[in-house]
């Protein structure tokens, strides 16, 4: 298939974090493309972005390898519809946003297409199956990194790629953020967004705040609740003599802000809150045997993205068996009765904004891929 120069943009992403980078990616290209269309997949944030969503993300909100393999029969047929979707929409490239597991199939459909596929928020290859890189040579035309380790380490593969700097700097409003005072007696719990590891950690983080009260009766509780996700079905995991309050979505870094300290799933949210400021326990369960294959292979010290950043662990990370109610209250404890364990804390975050970068990422992000497009779009014309 020739390149479609004047097509719309297709637009993928698999899960909340992603949705969000790639509605600010839209917007940021918009900005210097006022006609361009775009159509794709993801969920609530990419659509209010003006993307037409063929996909629901949904669809793919999977976790850990055994989680894959029993929704492998679904994901195929998905596939197979977005390459129809693909030949018929014949968009002048495809963007893809994070999701390896899927994602590097489309990305395969689309180069056979003859689509240009662009990776923003590269996959973290870095972590494990580093031989991915050579996939992204040969099935991308440009990998866009927002960790600002991952070009020194394509650049040992032989790769060059573009650091663009971390969309975060410009979601979270840090000078706004920064003029709150915490409240001393708000512990914060965010349990993630798929629903799996919402029933497997909540009912846990629920059982570490009761413990916690039982020394701390001033202890309060905040919930942030994950775009998509129901209050009904977090109300479900939440003993009734439990005050909790919930967030929506749009709240999230205020109530991050104004917690003394937080209770988090593993995944961005961690970064967001290391940003923030306030200090947090990470905690995540997958099914054993996802989880004795991640360990297997795994090449990274840490799960949780400020603690590779920073390559030390400020925020201690309480994985499988040790993600139970027992040891979170243990490990929240000293920093919600000790004012001097949370000021430590928080003072151990300091720099890590630095490391990470100003802001502006969407918008070199898309200089970088409409910059590549019409360069494509004049060698067509030449040829």
């Known amino acids: 298939m020739r390149?479609?120069?004047s097509g719309p943009i297709w637009i993928s992403a698999g899960e909340a974090?992603?949705?969000?980078?790639?509605?600010?990616?839209?917007t940021a290209l918009r900005e210097r493309e006022p006609g361009l269309s775009a159509l794709g997949?993801?969920?609530?944030a990419l659509a209010a972005a003006g993307c037409e969503l063929r996909f629901p993300m949904r669809l793919i909100s999977l976790v850990g390898i055994t989680e894959v393999l029993s929704g492998l029969p679904r994901i195929l047929k998905l596939l197979g519809e977005v390459k129809r979707a693909l030949l018929a929409a014949r968009p002048r490239a495809v963007?893809?946003?994070?999701c390896p597991d899927f994602h590097f199939r489309v990305a395969r459909i689309a180069k056979k297409l003859g689509i240009p596929v662009y990776y923003y928020v590269s996959p973290q290859v870095w972590a494990w199956r580093s031989g991915r890189v050579e996939f992204l040579r040969r099935f991308t035309r440009r990998v866009l990194c927002i960790l600002p380790f991952e070009k020194d380490f394509y650049a040992a593969r032989g790769m060059d790629v573009d650091y663009?700097?971390?969309?975060?700097?410009?979601?979270?409003?840090?000078?706004?953020?920064?003029?709150?005072?915490p409240d001393p007696n708000l512990l914060g719990l965010l349990p993630g967004s798929r629903r799996k590891e919402i029933a497997t950690l909540l009912p846990e983080f629920a059982g570490a705040a009761l413990r916690l009260r039982k020394t701390l009766p001033d202890l309060r509780l905040a919930l942030a609740r994950a775009p998509g996700v129901d209050e009904a079905f977090l109300r479900q995991f939440l003993p009734p003599e439990l005050p909790v309050t919930l967030y929506g979505p749009e709240e999230r870094y205020r109530m991050?802000?104004?917690s003394r300290a937080l209770?988090?799933?593993?995944?961005?949210?961690?970064?967001?809150?290391?940003?923030?400021?306030?200090?947090?326990?990470?905690?995540?369960?997958l099914s054993a045997l996802s989880f004795a294959i991640g360990k297997a292979v795994v090449q990274v010290k840490y799960a949780s993205l400020a603690n590779l950043i920073m390559g030390r662990e400020i925020f201690p990370e309480m994985l499988q068996d040790k993600a139970s109610a027992p040891l979170l209250a243990e490990q929240l404890a000293p920093w919600l009765a000790d004012g001097e364990a949370i000021a430590g804390a928080r003072a151990d975050l300091a720099g890590l904004?630095?490391?990470?970068?100003?802001?502006?990422?969407?918008?070199?992000?898309?200089?970088?891929?409409?910059?590549?497009?019409?360069?494509?779009?004049?060698?067509?014309?030449?040829?």
């Open 3 to 5: 390149t479609n120069i």
């Open 41 to 44: 997949m993801g969920g609530e």
């Open 263 to 285: 209770l988090a799933a593993s995944g961005t949210v961690t970064l967001e809150a290391a940003l923030i400021g306030t200090p947090t326990v990470v905690a995540y369960r």
């Open 17 to 26: 974090s992603g949705d969000i980078h790639a509605a600010s990616l839209l």
């Open 256 to 258: 991050m802000r104004q």
């Open 353 to 383: 904004r630095q490391k990470v970068g100003g802001p502006g990422a969407a918008a070199r992000a898309a200089a970088i891929i409409l910059s590549d497009l019409n360069a494509i779009a004049a060698s067509q014309k030449e040829a």
């Open 95 to 98: 963007i893809l946003i994070d």
């Open 164 to 181: 663009v700097g971390h969309p975060l700097m410009d979601q979270i409003p840090l000078d706004e953020l920064d003029a709150i005072t």
